[in-house]
C-alpha cells in the first residue's frame, strides 16, 4: 500500500521527535518516498542529520534556505505530498494551524498544502485537555484535518495519562488503511441507509420530532458512492445536500420512510440505518392549526412501525446494520437492540457528550457486533466513522459468502 506514495512529514518540538525517527526509518522501509520539514525548536531534540539519513532526502528546516533555485520550497512540498503527517503536533503548532498563521517551514506549507493532512499531538495531559487546545482542534476537523489521538501512558512530564505520540506502527497501519480506501471496495454493491429525523403532524403548523440532524447518515451515504456503492438514502427533513450520484428518496413521517425502506430493501446488500425514528405519532391529527384553549391539553400517542426489527425479521442476504443514540447503560441498550431486532452490527453513541450527540461533526462510537465482538473508536470526524462503518459491512458481507 505504501509503496511509491510520498510522505510529508512536519516534524514540530516536542521530546516524542524520536518516535518520528523510527516511523521515518520504517516508512522508507516499506517503500514510500519520505520528506520531512523540522520546526526550529524539533531540531533541539533530533538533528536534521538523523532524518536526512534515515529518509535518503533533504530536510527543510528554514522556510527561506531554498535548495532549488527552480522551484519554491514550501509550495512545492505540499503540491508533491500524496499525504502530510504532523507530528509530534504540538499545542502551540496545533493553535497556529487553526488560526491560520504561517511563521515557519511547517506552518507555511501546510497553509498551501491541498493533500490530506493529518495531526498527531503530543503534549501534557492538561495542555492536551485545555479548553483552548481542544477548541483549536475542533476548528481544524473543521477545516477537514484528521487526527490520530494520543495515547495514555507515563508522559516525559511525570504524568500519566493521555498525551503520548501514537506508536509508528499503528501510524503506519492508518496510512496503509488511507490508501486502500482509494480502492472502489463497494463496487457492484447496493447500500441503503436511512438518515435524518422524522416528524410526526400534529396539525398543519406543529409537530412531533427529535434533535437529529442527519450528518452522519449523510457522511455514511457520501463514503459508499466514493467507495463505488449505489448508493439509495431514504432521508427524513434535513438542511444537508445530499451526495452527488446517490439516489434521495425525501420523507417526512415514520410511516414514509418505513414504506420506502420495505420497498428496497430487497434488492440492497448492506443497510444501515441511521435514522433517528420517532417511535410514536398522535393518535389525532387535524387539518387545520388547533388553537389555544383554557386548561392543560393531552395528545394521545400510538407506536410506529419498527422499521429495524422489521428489517431483521424479514432479511435474507442483507448485512443490517442500525444505530444506538443512548444518554446511559449504552452497552446493556446496544446489545440487547442487537439481538431483539437480529441486526448483524449496532453502532453505539452517548448523545449527551458534547463531541458525539447530535449536530456534531465528530462522533465517539463502539461497534457491538452479531459474533460477540466489540470495537470502541476514539474520538473521530463522522467521515471517518462512516468510512469505519462502511468497512465493517462489507467485511460482513465477504463472512456471509464463505
Known amino acids: 500500500m505504501l509503496k511509491g506514495k510520498k510522505i510529508l512529514l512536519c516534524i514540530t518540538g516536542g521530546i516524542a521527535v524520536y518516535k518520528m525517527c523510527t516511523l521515518t526509518s520504517k516508512l522508507t522501509q516499506k517503500g514510500a518516498i519520505v520528506k520531512v520539514i523540522m520546526s526550529e525548536a524539533a531540531t533541539e531534540f533530533v538533528a536534521p542529520l538523523t532524518f536526512k539519513a534515515l529518509s535518503k532526502n533533504e ?39 487553526a488560526n491560520g498563521i504561517a511563521d515557519n517551514m511547517v506552518t507555511t506549507t501546510l497553509l498551501a498544502a491541498t493533500a490530506d493532512v493529518w495531526i498527531a499531538p503530543a503534549m501534557n495531559v492538561h495542555m492536551y485537555d485545555h479548553p483552548a487546545v481542544q477548541k483549536n482542534i475542533l476548528t481544524l476537523y473543521e477545516y477537514g484535518y484528521r487526527f490520530i489521538n494520543p495515547g495514555e501512558g507515563y508522559l516525559a512530564c511525570g504524568y500519566v495519562g493521555k498525551g503520548r505520540l501514537e506508536e509508528p506502527e499503528i501510524i503506519i497501519e492508518h496510512m496503509e488503511e488511507h490508501f486502500t480506501r482509494k480502492k472502489q471496495f463497494l463496487e457492484n454493491k447496493t447500500v441503503l441507509i436511512t438518515a435524518g429525523p422524522t416528524r410526526e403532524k400534529i396539525d398543519p403548523v406543529r409537530f412531533i420530532s427529535n434533535r437529529s440532524t442527519g450528518k452522519m447518515g449523510y457522511s455514511i451515504a457520501e463514503q459508499a458512492v466514493r467507495l463505488g456503492a449505489d448508493v439509495i438514502l431514504v432521508t427524513g427533513p434535513t438542511a444537508i445536500s445530499p451526495p452527488n450520484g446517490a439516489k434521495v428518496i425525501a420523507v417526512e413521517s415514520a410511516e414514509e420512510m418505513y414504506e420506502a425502506v420495505m420497498d428496497n430493501s430487497s434488492s440492497a446488500d448492506i443497510i444501515i440505518k441511521t435514522a433517528a425514528v420517532s417511535d410514536y405519532k398522535p393518535v389525532q391529527t387535524y387539518d387545520h392549526k388547533v388553537k389555544k384553549q383554557l386548561g392543560s391539553e393531552v395528545i394521545e400517542f400510538t407506536r410506529t412501525k419498527d422499521i429495524l426489527a422489521d428489517l431483521g425479521a424479514k432479511k435474507t442476504k442483507q448485512v443490517l446494520i442500525g444505530f444506538a443514540a443512548e444518554t446511559q447503560n449504552m452497552e446493556e441498550y446496544a446489545k440487547d437492540k442487537l439481538k431483539r431486532k437480529n441486526a448483524d452490527m449496532i453502532v453505539a453513541n452517548n448523545v449527551n457528550s458534547k ?25 473521530l470526524s463522522k467521515d471517518e466513522v462512516a468510512f469505519h462503518v462502511l468497512e465493517h459491512a462489507f467485511s460482513l458481507k465477504e463472512d456471509d459468502k464463505k
Open 355 to 379: 463531541d458525539s450527540g447530535f449536530g456534531t461533526d465528530t462522533n465517539r462510537v463502539t461497534f457491538y457486533l452479531k459474533n460477540g465482538e466489540k470495537k470502541e473508536w476514539p474520538l
Open 59 to 97: 530536510v527543510f528546516t528554514d522556510t527561506f534556505d531554498e535548495k532549488d533555485a527552480k522551484v519554491i520550497a514550501h509550495i512545492d512540498l505540499a503540491d508533491w505530498a500524496d499525504l502530510i503527517l504532523v507530528g509530534p503536533a504540538t499545542a502551540n503548532t496545533i493553535g497556529k494551524l
